[in-house]
């Protein structure tokens, strides 16, 4: 790799910028300054940059329990985007693998790896998604099998695919479904005459929001949970 896009690749440095710190000596390979910005840079060289040692960033993969009042969007809009929530360098390669709603709160998956994101947001894949909700009117134990045999929304053409509803209370339910219609929990409780007034996402696929993230706070996935989406 061309050390200017190592730096680049390492750094939220760009590319002008990367020669800049080149051209002033700010740069060493192996103790030694380098001034080219096409040296190649092997697995044998050791990076520095104002005597920090420089590692490629790599791809990222990262959960949020998202607060009220946010968005799942690169950029900020009516509310805040989700990713001025994150410390971490160059946060403009980062995209969110699924959205939720700017009133509901917790698991969002953010990451740099589009093939990944494909496999939690595409329709073929089935990948289950568990909202805990709470309701204005009661739940019944018929809904149950509604939601099981699939519920007919608001200019959808079919039902929806089967979704598993677990009753909490008279007022709350957790609630898995495997596809990510617009709005389609409130939406699938509106089918049913009722009304959300309180959505909170808990699990993606076999991924569970760690449940000593606060609201705002975010980690980096493990390998075992990067690996769990197939």
């Known amino acids: 790799m061309r050390l200017d896009k190592f730096i680049c690749e390492s750094t939220s440095h760009s590319r002008v910028s990367a020669k800049k710190a080149l051209h002033r000596g700010d740069v060493t390979c192996n103790g030694e300054v380098v001034k080219t910005s096409g040296f190649k840079v092997t697995d044998e060289h050791e990076i520095r940059l104002e005597g920090e040692v420089l590692k490629v960033i790599g791809p990222r993969f990262i959960m949020l329990n998202k607060p009220v009042d946010t968005i799942c969007s690169t950029i900020d809009e009516e ?3 989700v990713i001025g929530l994150l410390d971490v360098i160059r946060p403009e390669d ?3 693998a699924g959205r939720l709603d700017a009133d509901t709160t917790g698991l ?5 790896d589009g093939k990944w994101s494909h496999k939690i947001t595409s329709p073929k ?6 909202y805990l909700l709470e309701t204005a009117d009661p739940l019944t134990e018929e809904l149950i099998g509604k939601f099981a045999t699939g519920l007919q929304l608001n200019n959808e053409d079919g039902l929806t695919k089967p979704a598993k509803l677990e009753l909490l209370g008279t007022h709350q339910a957790r609630l898995t479904i495997t596809e990510g219609k617009y709005h389609q929990v409130k939406r699938m409780l509106a089918a049913v005459g009722n009304k959300v007034t309180k959505l909170h996402r808990e699990v993606v696929g076999e ?4 449940s000593s993230l606060e609201l705002g706070q975010w980690r980096f996935l493990t390998e075992a949970e990067i690996k769990s989406v197939k």
């Open 94 to 96: 980062l995209h969110i």
């Open 108 to 112: 969002v998956l953010i990451t740099t």
């Open 207 to 210: 991924i569970e929001l760690d």
């Open 79 to 81: 509310y805040p985007s």
């Open 125 to 130: 894949k089935e990948c289950g998604k568990r």
